[in-house]
């Protein structure tokens, strides 16, 4: 059973950092790119970064850019994406995803980042 489980979310303060975690299991993760998503509320899906299968390249949406930082772990086939520098703007439910066609269906629950005061 392919899956993935994101963790890490929580209420932070404008500026504050989160770090977000995503578990993934039944798959060879060392494999696979992975991606970050992220829907605010009433809004729809974006694409927010991305890690290749060995980490060794990364991209990000715009809107992201000197903030957030995408990385992995393969030996514990894990995903990472460290937010900093908060803003409300980034409030979503974040979700990671498998690079590619072979999984690109799997999703897990997200986990939602709240930036209030």
């Known amino acids: 059973q392919v899956q993935v489980v994101e963790s890490g979310g929580g209420l932070v303060q404008p500026g504050g950092s989160l770090r977000l975690s995503c578990a993934a299991s039944?798959?060879?993760?060392?494999?696979?790119?992975m991606r970050w998503y992220r829907q605010p509320p009433g809004k729809e899906r974006e694409w927010v970064a991305t890690?290749?299968?060995?980490?060794?390249?990364?991209n990000y949406v715009d809107s992201v850019k000197g903030r957030f930082t995408v990385s992995r772990h393969n030996a514990e086939n894990t995903v990472y994406l460290q937010m900093n520098n908060l803003k409300p703007e980034d409030t979503a439910v974040y979700y990671c995803?498998?690079?590619?066609?072979?999984?690109?269906?799997?999703w897990g629950k997200g986990t939602l980042v709240t930036v209030s005061a």
């Open positions: 890690i290749t299968s060995g980490g060794e390249n990364t």
């Open positions: 995803n498998v690079l590619g066609p072979t999984y690109a269906g799997v």
């Open positions: 039944g798959f060879t993760f060392r494999l696979y790119g």
